[in-house]
């Protein structure tokens, strides 16, 4: 009996999941721990001491820099929410010329790396911007763009597309029964929207603002290259890391620990608002989009479009800006040329070969391991699995520059040395980008009934191999859109690569960064519509022949 017994509690994937789980230790928790445990050791005693913490404190730019940071999130998910709420409301609830064409473009920003919008809205409206010159012809002054202007115009440009994407979601899932109920008990417009509209959306809504809000506390491109004089976390912790490379390490450590403490903060309190304001209710049919004609239907579709298509300028400023001659830096447009292509491809192709390569290798091994882990998750009950569910997603709190800065701290000298290797950037990519696709891929394991698996075991196939023979097969299109999402987020992985490459590993979005840095923006553009291409044709090729919807607003 005992054997018996012993036998049904053990699981043939328990050691499957316990290696998942060690992979995250050594990659994830080990290295946090590491850099937390040097944020409060004295590196002359090594006697455990909250000196850094203090002189953070007592530092008016350490703490200037960690309001700056809050403030900067606080502003960017508030202008996110007023641009994509609404946006999301009029595709959800209207039919209009051209509808089908405002549901998707949105979708098309998400792409677009943080270098590449910082770039084109920078040769915009920078100091010699084309646009900043056509505005100041006609008398119109605007603030510089260095500082707080530039970077939460350009954020909250590049990220309200992750409120539109939840809201519609959230918009569409509504059981339209009782929003009809409310007004047939006399509700107007505005009080059924108010009374049972929003508190049955409010969930996502703070979903998705907390989400925005982490993009913006995390993001490590648009401050520094925008940011000009004002400190934010992420920007600051790179500059100290550069400052204490080869020395004390302390501060950097400190900064990192508060950034991830911020962080982890707010999802704890979106995870405990969320639980106690999610509203159950019974799947019924959507509410039914109303029809516009005339000048209702001119209007918000001219609306529409052009709110979309502004937000799709960046990308065609850089395609224009990597076929205009430039002279140093100074862009002459108008003029046409292929040197900046030519050098890009020809001359320095060392960034885009590393590129490809890294991205490669982080998409091969974040696929196979999602696949796995999501699998395990959602199909498995063992504590192995509860404790992998939970250290999976720790990544998000954790942003690309504190991430690198650990990695250094932990493998940088012991029995295991990765740093100044490629190993450990494709590492640090793995950890970034795989609880994205862990959740892509458990989104069709919900759909397969167990029954499924359990009569393949039945019939005397092992669990091992009823999952290849049975699941997988099912999964083949939620594998390929993780993979497809690992490959693109990779390429545009800037955060932290840039604590991690050395001499001979640069990657695109580095060596655009270093000629945005020098002011060759138009050598940068190159690199940006080199960049651009090799995101969208694994999108395009993925859509048009594996008929994947991985941008479907349905």
């Known amino acids: 009996m005992s054997t018996q017994s012993s036998k049904q509690r053990f699981s043939p994937w328990f050691l499957p999941a316990l290696l998942c789980l060690l992979v995250l230790v050594a990659l994830v928790l080990w290295p946090l721990a590491a850099l937390f445990h040097q944020s409060v050791v004295d590196p002359k005693t090594g006697a455990l001491s909250l000196h850094g913490f203090q002189a953070f404190f007592d530092s008016p730019r350490y703490v200037r820099a ?18 994509g709420a609404p946006l999301a409301y ?7 010329p051209g509808k089908t064409v405002v549901a998707l473009l949105p979708l098309a920003t998400i792409i677009l790396p943080d270098i590449v919008v910082s770039q084109a809205w920078l040769m915009l409206l920078g100091n010699n911007g084309i646009a900043r010159h056509a505005l100041e012809s006609i008398g119109i002054d605007l603030p510089s763009f260095y500082g707080w202007f530039g970077m939460t115009y350009t954020l909250i440009l590049n990220d309200y597309t992750y409120v539109y994407i939840g809201m519609l979601a959230a918009l569409k899932a509504i059981d339209g029964t009782i929003e009809e109920a409310a007004v047939n008990l006399g509700a107007s417009n505005l009080r059924r929207a108010l009374t049972v509209t929003l508190p049955v959306l409010a969930p996502a809504l703070l979903v998705n603002a907390m989400i925005v809000f982490t993009l913006a506390v995390d993001n490590f491109s648009i401050p520094m290259i925008l940011g000009g004089r004002v400190d934010v976390l992420s920007s600051l912790t790179y500059t100290t890391f550069l400052s204490e490379m080869g020395g004390n390490p302390t501060m950097q450590s400190v900064l990192a620990v508060v950034s991830v403490v911020l962080v982890g903060f707010v999802l704890f309190i979106q995870k405990r608002v969320v639980e106690r304001k999610t509203y159950q209710m019974q799947q019924g049919r959507a509410p039914l989009a109303v029809r516009t004609s005339g000048l209702a239907a001119a209007a ?19 395609i ?8 140093g830096p100074v862009m002459q447009y108008g003029t046409f040329t292929l040197e900046n292509m030519e050098r890009a491809l020809r001359n320095a192709p060392e960034p885009i070969l590393n590129s490809l390569m890294l991205a490669s290798v982080a998409a091969v091994a974040g696929t196979c391991f999602a696949t796995i882990t999501s699998y395990l998750i959602v199909k498995k009950r063992m504590w192995v699995v509860s404790t992998l569910d939970y250290v999976v997603m720790l990544p998000l709190a954790i942003s690309g520059t504190v991430l690198g800065i650990a990695l250094i701290h932990t493998y940088n000298s012991g029995m295991i040395i990765l740093t100044g290797t490629w190993v450990i950037m494709a590492a640090a990519y793995f950890v970034r980008k ?6 892509s891929a458990s989104a069709s394991l919900y759909s397969i ?17 009823s999952f290849f023979k049975v699941v997988l097969p099912v999964m083949k299109p939620a594998i390929l859109g993780a993979a497809i999402l690992m490959w693109v987020t990779s390429l545009a992985e800037i955060s932290a690569t840039i604590v991690l490459y050395y001499g001979g590993m640069e990657t695109m979005p580095i060596e655009m960064f270093r000629q945005i840095d020098a002011g060759y923006l138009a050598r940068a553009s190159a690199y940006g519509v080199i960049l651009m291409f090799v995101i969208l044709v694994p999108i395009y090729l993925a859509v048009r022949f594996l008929k994947l919807d991985l941008f479907s607003s349905r």
């Open 66 to 83: 960690f309001f700056n940071t809050v403030i900067l999130g606080a502003v960017s998910t508030l202008g996110c929410l007023l641009l």
């Open 90 to 96: 009029i595709v959800a609830r209207y039919e209009f």
């Open 300 to 318: 918000l579709t001219a609306w529409a479009v052009l709110f979309v298509a502004f937000t799709m300028i960046p990308a065609l400023t850089v």
């Open 320 to 327: 224009v800006g990597a076929f205009t001659k430039a002279s």
């Open 434 to 439: 795989v609880p994205f696709s862990i959740r």
């Open 449 to 465: 009934p167990d029954s499924i698996e359990e009569a393949s075991i039945n019939l005397g196939v092992s669990p091992i191999a």
